[in-house]
């Protein structure tokens, strides 16, 4: 797996300096430059995605066993989850997608289904009102909007 994950990591960097460089290409904002724009989160995931690749590249992780069938089917389920929510978050609104996605993930690690309600909608409020009021960076209401 040491050549593997190498390799993987190589590929992981490649695409976190051009989602950071792609990042930076954003047109500049009515109004003039930002301290946070469109830029600032793509940026930052895209230093933690070059950050991670070159520890990979640098320290790989011991030759392992692959993951069992049913371990693999659940971080499928979650992959298409987000995608889902991907795809949801526009016409839906981002609190009804990110609240369905948090709670069903919550419950894919084990949590109640009870607490994962909970967490999806508490989380999803919490972030919809940080990042529209606080950051003053708009999310789509969807089936939400007045």
Known sequence: MRINDRVFG??????????????????????????VGPETFPIMLSIILGISSIYLIVKPDPDEKW????????????AV??????????PVGF?????LVVSFISWRMGAAVKHSVITGIV?????????????ELALPLGILEL
């Open 10 to 35: 190589m590929l992981m960097l490649i695409l976190a300096v051009a989602y950071g460089w792609e990042a930076t290409q954003f047109p500049i904002p009515f109004g003039g430059n930002e301290s």
């Open 67 to 78: 993951a069992p069938i049913p371990m693999l089917l659940q971080l499928l389920s979650v």
């Open 81 to 90: 989850a987000l995608l889902i929510f991907a795809w949801a978050i526009e």
């Open 95 to 99: 609190i009804p997608s990110a609240a």
């Open 123 to 135: 989380s999803s409020i919490v972030i919809f009102f940080l990042f529209n009021y606080v950051l």
